[in-house]
Structures are given as C-alpha cells and as structure tokens.
C-alpha cells in the first residue's frame, strides 16, 4: 500500500507547479481554465502540496525512506507530461533522457 500513496504524492506534487503556472502566467490558457481568477490555481497549487505532503507522510509510514523517496521523486517524470499536454511545454530529447534517468533511478533504487 505504502507504494501506492508514494505515487499518489508524486503525482500531486506534479500539480504544484501546473497549477502555480497557471495562476502566474499571462497565457491564453489560465484564462481559459479559470476565469480571470489567478488565486485560484495559486490556492490548488497549495491544495496539491498539502495532499502530496498527506500520501508522502502515509507512505513513509509503511515504506523505506529511501524508496518512498526515490517514488516520490518521480513527480519530475509527470510534471514533464502534464507541462507537455496542459501547458504547451516543448517536448526535447535532451529532457526526455533526463526524465528517463529519474524513472530508471527509482526503479533502481525501488526494487529488490
């Protein structure tokens, strides 16, 4: 179970940052998703770092550090995805090598 709330934090840490670029940027697509109401995505980019903080603390609670750790990490795979579909982010090798390294890493690191 401690595997899954790891990944559950990792994938709500990824939102933080979506969100946080939502509610900052002068992009046609915040707008789009929130009105002129910025404070909005800024409050479930806050709202996503709680609940990253609740599965992570949940996870730590039955898992080895290192390995929730290294799970939790992967928040950098998805927000590579999520910043590529929601944000219009340029897809580039050099950055899809460093996202595979991440994810080889956890694995590494994970499995026994």
Sequence with gaps: MWILYAILA???ASLIPIFGKFGTSLKDVAPA????HPWISIALSGLAGVV???FYLLALKEGDATAVASI???SIVFVF?????FLGDAFTW???IGVFLVA????IVTVR
């Design 104 to 107: 080889l890493g956890t694995i």
């Design 72 to 74: 939790d990490r992967l």
């Design 52 to 54: 990253s903080w609740v």
């Design 94 to 96: 050099r950055a899809c």
């Design 10 to 12: 990792a994938l709500s």
């Design 33 to 36: 998703m929130f009105g002129n």
């Design 81 to 85: 995805l999520f910043a590529i579909i």
